[in-house]
């Protein structure tokens, strides 16, 4: 049996793993090329594995044993501005596993979107540095931002707004508050696992909420907070069975079709295709806001300045 190094084995074996190597490469690229992935992490190119032509001639010599990594990442834009998280853009990847430096793009939403954004940061920091030293690449989370996901439609103005002058806000159109980050594939189980966490405690109350009774129970305000996941392919995707893994039966898992009713107390959490249903950054002053009962720091909310000075965050035509 020949093996990878052995006389006349490493040529095959090596153009085994370039022709592994392109596979993702296209994937990672087809992901980058959808929109959503990566519009909110800074500007990427990625670039894919070039596999050199090899006749069947062609000696083992003549083959570079390292010529490329399966993600590198031109733009740095904005690489120190992520040491507010404690989370660094790459510069370029490490030899770390593949299933490491793959991200997804997902989305979450349970309640209003100001405390959904600060529990998401401080699970994303969490989450890192409970794996290790080196076990996910510098910059392998993005910035959890403030959204809008699951409807259809538009303002007249072809926007998705909190209010509009020129059509209906975004709860009428059937939109939920949502986060949206990218994150390690091997990391969105455990997200996913505190997510599901929170969601089987009471919500707080969001903006739109009432409370009602001497015990001050959340009265839903509609549509805007509903439970929701969004993930590539929806509950027919390759990561759902993480998500299921972490939900372990406590709540019902649904298919997202967009415009759902609140599932406050209902016990329910809409999966939505993230290709179909994509995320909709919010405007900036929602990004990294206190919640409606709670004060966040100082050096919390200063990331938003952050963000806007990277790019990260940008007028989106709503009202500010």
């Known amino acids: ?143 959890a931002l403030a959204g809008y996901a699951g409807g259809k439609g538009k303002d007249s103005d072809g926007h998705i707004c909190a209010s509009s002058m020129s059509g209906k806000p975004y709860d009428q159109l059937g939109y939920s508050e949502v986060v949206g980050l990218e994150l390690p594939a091997a990391a969105l189980e455990e997200m996913a696992r505190r997510y599901f966490d929170l969601a089987m405690m009471p919500r707080r109350p969001g903006p739109k909420d009432g409370l009602s009774g001497a015990d001050f129970q959340v009265k839903s305000g509609g549509t805007a907070y509903r439970s929701v996941i969004g993930l590539p392919g929806g509950v027919n995707s390759q990561f759902f069975s993480a998500i299921e893994r972490a939900n372990a039966g406590r709540l019902k898992l649904l298919p997202g079709t967009g415009g759902e009713p609140d599932t406050l107390n209902l016990g329910v959490v809409y999966i939505y295709d993230a290709d179909a249903f994509p995320f909709n950054l919010a405007e900036m002053n929602n990004q990294f806001h206190d919640d409606v009962s709670l004060r966040y720091s100082a050096g919390y909310k200063g990331i938003k300045e952050k963000m806007k000075q990277a790019g990260k965050i940008m007028p989106t035509g709503c009202a500010e």
């Open 1 to 143: 049996m020949v093996r990878c190094g052995d006389s006349g084995g490493g040529c095959r074996c090596r153009r085994h793993q370039w022709l592994f190597l392109a596979i993702v490469g296209a994937i990672i690229t087809k992901f980058h090329d959808s929109g959503f992935p990566l519009s909110f992490v800074g500007n990427f190119q990625m670039l894919t594995v070039r596999v050199p032509t090899i006749s069947r001639t062609a000696r083992c010599s003549s083959v570079p044993r390292q010529e490329h990594t399966v993600h590198e990442v031109v733009s740095r834009r904005g690489s120190a501005i992520l040491g507010a998280f404690g989370l660094w853009m790459p510069g370029s990847e490490n030899a770390n596993a593949v299933s490491n430096q793959y991200r997804v793009a997902v989305y979450f939403g349970q309640g209003s979107f100001w405390a959904v954004q600060y529990n998401v940061t401080l699970w994303s920091i969490r989450i890192n540095k409970a794996a290790g030293p080196g076990v996910y690449p510098e910059g392998s989370f993005s910035p």
